[in-house]
T-cell receptor, first 112, second 112 residues
Framework: GQQVMQIPQYQHVQEGEDFTTYCNSS?????IQWYKQRPGGHPVFLIQ???SGEVKKQKRLTFQFGEAKKNSSLHITATQTTDVGTYFC????????????WGLGTSLAVNP | NAGVTQTPKFQVLKTGQSMTLQCAQD?????MSWYRQDPGMGLRLIHY???????DQGEVPNGYNVSRSTTEDFPLRLLSAAPSQTSVYFC???????????FGPGTRLTVL
C-alpha cells in the first residue's frame, strides 16, 4: 500500500501567495526526488535530495529533506501562474528493498 | 536527443482488442519502466527493465506484457483490453548512476 503520504491533495492560492507540499514516509529513504507535471503533460524531474537535513533552492522553490530522512517538503515563494500543476515526490527506500515509492501528488491551482 | 518518445499519443480500443504501446529512448539508459496514471491514484509501476533481455513486474502487471530486445525500445502490450485499463500510460528511463527519471509524453488510452 501507499507508504509515502503527500499533503495536501489540492491547494488553491492567489498569485503571489506561498505554497508548501509535504511528503512523509513510513520508512527511511536513501533519497527523495521531486517532479512537476503540468496539466496534460508528463512528469518532469525537479530535484533530488540525498543528505539528512539537506536544503536546496531553485529560484523561488526550496526543497528540504528531514533529519531522519523520512520526510521532505517543497516550498514555493510568491507563486506565479506558471507554477500551476501537480507536484510529486518519489522516495527511494533505504536498505535491501530499494523500491521507489511515489506520493499521490499535490495539485496546485493559482488564481491570477 | 529526442529523449523518451511514445506512440501513439491517443488510442481508443474496444474491449478484447490487443495493442502495443511503443516507447523508445536515445539516451542509452539501461533502466526503463512503464507507469499508468489514474485520477487520485498517482503513478503506478506496471513493468520495468534493467537492461536488454531483462524485465520484471511492478505493482500492477496483470493484463500487460513487456519485452526488451534492445536498449532503446521497451514496448508495452495489452493482451485483451478491458475498460479498467483506460488510463494515461507513461514510459520512463534512467541511467544506472542516477535516480533521475525521464518521462515520455504519454499515451492516453480509452477502452470502450
Amino acid at each position: 500500500g501507499q507508504q509515502v503520504m503527500q499533503i495536501p491533495q489540492y491547494q488553491h492560492v492567489q498569485e503571489g501567495e506561498d505554497f508548501t507540499t509535504y511528503c512523509n514516509s513510513s520508512t527511511t529513504l536513501s533519497n527523495i526526488q521531486w517532479y512537476k507535471q503540468r496539466p496534460g503533460g508528463h512528469p518532469v524531474f525537479l530535484i533530488q535530495l540525498v543528505k539528512s537535513g539537506e536544503v536546496k533552492k531553485q529560484k523561488r522553490l526550496t526543497f528540504q529533506f528531514g533529519e531522519a530522512k523520512k520526510n521532505s517538503s517543497l516550498h514555493i515563494t510568491a507563486t506565479q501562474t506558471t507554477d500551476v500543476g501537480t507536484y510529486f515526490c518519489a522516495g527511494r527506500r533505504a536498505g535491501n528493498n530499494r523500491k521507489l515509492i511515489w506520493g499521490l501528488g499535490t495539485s496546485l491551482a493559482v488564481n491570477p | 536527443n529526442a529523449g523518451v518518445t511514445q506512440t501513439p499519443k491517443f488510442q481508443v480500443l474496444k474491449t478484447g482488442q490487443s495493442m502495443t504501446l511503443q516507447c523508445a529512448q536515445d539516451m542509452n539508459h539501461e533502466y526503463m519502466s512503464w507507469y499508468r496514471q489514474d485520477p487520485g491514484m498517482g503513478l503506478r509501476l506496471i513493468h520495468y527493465s534493467v537492461g536488454a533481455g531483462i524485465t520484471d513486474q511492478g505493482e500492477v502487471p496483470n493484463g500487460y506484457n513487456v519485452s526488451r530486445s534492445t536498449t532503446e525500445d521497451f514496448p508495452l502490450r495489452l493482451l485483451s483490453a478491458a475498460p479498467s485499463q483506460t488510463s494515461v500510460y507513461f514510459c520512463a528511463s534512467r541511467g544506472w548512476t542516477t535516480d533521475t527519471q525521464y518521462f515520455g509524453p504519454g499515451t492516453r488510452l480509452t477502452v470502450l
